[in-house]
């Protein structure tokens, strides 16, 4: 698999600070800014010395190649004064100083909320125009091992000139493959769990559209993973000697281990929705857990 079908990244410069992200929960504070194309980003900082911003630009990479809805990305390079103008800004947050160089930047998208807004709640799945694209976002999350799928990190966006038609974009993939720090050992501990899942159970009624994502995962080799982590800027990969190895862990990743675990996952949905609506059924599997506890405290 190469990276000719996906949208390779702009080099681009900050033109115009629009102001911070006000948003409480965040590593990075990032900034919406207006670039030299005249388009406007969100554009996401670290401190040196993490890999937060190589995991972003990777993970994005990632899932325009499954096909899913991710916004446009930028290498975006800002300079002394605009940066200054932020790091006094940053201070008064009691966070870290930023140097003149290369950040993450995604494109802004206008009309969105999250996960969070109780718009979601009110959302019929007709209206949202990318709704099959679900199950392969949580393959995905399973995939690239996301600690921080919270509500806050997947916009609802509200499509211009189609009144009421909606669609999902996953964003901030900064703490995946064991954190924001990789190195040799903790590759080795690379392993599929599921984490935070948000989405409504019925999307578990059939394992096909799952199947599908783990397939298009398998189909990424190593020449894949090799062009995006050459393609990421040095100053973002904490540890270059190490991105060899780094390559190797993903390239050896097997997909396949995650439909088990979607398996179990909806195993246990459906057992929770039947102890929930039948209270026989409740009782019978308490009876069941109680007998198993007592025979194991017996056997120890
Ligand atoms: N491309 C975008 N278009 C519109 N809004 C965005 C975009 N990117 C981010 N946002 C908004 O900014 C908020 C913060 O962005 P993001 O989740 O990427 O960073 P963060 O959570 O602050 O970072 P960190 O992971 O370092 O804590 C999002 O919850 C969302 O509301
Ligand atoms: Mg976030």
Redesign the pocket.
């Known amino acids: 698999m190469s990276l000719c079908n996906v949208i390779q990244s702009k080099d681009l410069t900050v033109k115009q600070l629009i102001k911070p992200?006000e948003?409480t929960?965040?590593?990075?504070?990032?900034w919406?800014v207006k670039c030299n194309d005249d388009q406007q980003?969100?554009l996401?900082?670290?401190n040196g010395s993490d890999d937060?911003l190589a995991n972003?630009f990777l993970c994005n990479r990632i899932a325009q190649v499954m096909g899913l809805t991710v916004?446009e990305i930028a290498v975006v390079s800002i300079e002394k004064e605009n940066v200054q103008r932020i790091n006094v800004n940053r201070k008064n947050l009691n966070e870290y100083q930023i140097s003149p160089g290369k950040y993450f930047g995604?494109?802004?998208?206008?009309s969105?909320y999250?996960l969070e807004h109780e718009i979601y709640r009110k959302l019929k799945p007709s209206t949202i125009k990318n709704i099959r694209e679900v199950p392969g976002m949580i393959v995905f999350d399973i995939f690239i091992q996301n600690i921080?799928r919270?509500k806050?990190?997947v916009?609802i966006?509200m499509l211009p000139k189609r009144q009421l038609t909606f669609e999902y974009?996953l964003?901030?993939?900064?703490?995946c493959f064991g954190g924001s720090n990789w190195n040799v050992n903790t590759m080795k501990d690379f392993q599929f769990d599921l984490l935070n899942i948000h989405w409504k159970h019925d999307l578990f009624i059939y394992d096909s559209q799952f199947k599908d994502y783990v397939e298009k995962l398998q189909n990424l080799d190593k020449r894949f993973f090799k062009e995006v982590i050459d393609e990421i800027p040095v100053e973002w990969k904490k540890q270059p000697h190490e991105c060899n190895e780094f390559v190797n862990a993903l390239s050896s990743m097997d997909a396949s281990k995650i439909l088990p675990l979607l398996k179990k996952h909806k195993r246990e949905l459906l057992v929770k929705n039947l102890r929930t609506r039948i209270p026989k059924f409740d009782q019978c599997l308490s009876f069941i857990d109680d007998v198993k506890n007592k025979y194991h405290d017996l056997a120890n």
């Open positions: 992200i948003f929960a965040s590593f990075s504070k990032p919406l980003y969100v996401k900082f670290f937060t972003e916004p995604t494109r802004f998208i206008d969105t999250t921080d919270l806050q990190n916009l966006h974009v964003i901030d993939h900064g703490h």
